[in-house]
Nanobody
Framework: QVQLAESGGGPVQAGGSLRLSCAASGRTVRTYSMGWFRQAPGKEHEFVAAISWSGEKYYTDSVEGRFTISRDNAKNTVYLQMDSLKPEDTAVYYC????????????????RGQGTQVTVSS
């Protein structure tokens, strides 16, 4: 079993930055794909970014150039650096892990954290 714990969310003004962390425990996630998703009130889970076990990175169009996903296998942790934040980025951000090639599919991952709230004010 893998436990995921997100951190780093909070309130921020538009144009600001946050770095989210997703720390895994229970076993190594170095062979897993890792994804970040977000869910705004009343909306479905939305794919944000993913990184494969080999380091390939994928982003949704709305965050391309503003967000950067990375992983540190030695720390069993994945990061999401979020710059130039916009009010529409406001959501609960979830980290997911799993042996999947369908990086944008929320249900394709096996494990999920509890989420961290990001609130961007204008």
């Amino acid at each position: 079993q893998v436990q995921l714990a997100e951190s780093g969310g909070g309130p921020v003004q538009a144009g600001g930055s946050l770095r989210l962390s997703c720390a895994a425990s229970g076993r190594t996630v170095r062979t897993y794909s890792m994804g970040w998703f977000r869910q705004a009130p009343g909306k479905e889970h939305e794919f944000v970014a993913a990184i494969s076990w080999s380091g390939e990175k994928y982003y949704t169009d709305s965050v391309e150039g503003r967000f950067t996903i990375s992983r540190d296998n030695a720390k069993n942790t994945v990061y999401l650096q979020m710059d130039s934040l916009k009010p529409e980025d406001t959501a609960v951000y979830y980290c997911r892990a799993g042996a999947t090639d369908y990086y944008t599919n929320y249900e394709g991952y096996h494990y999920r954290g509890q989420g961290t709230q990001v609130t961007v004010s204008s």
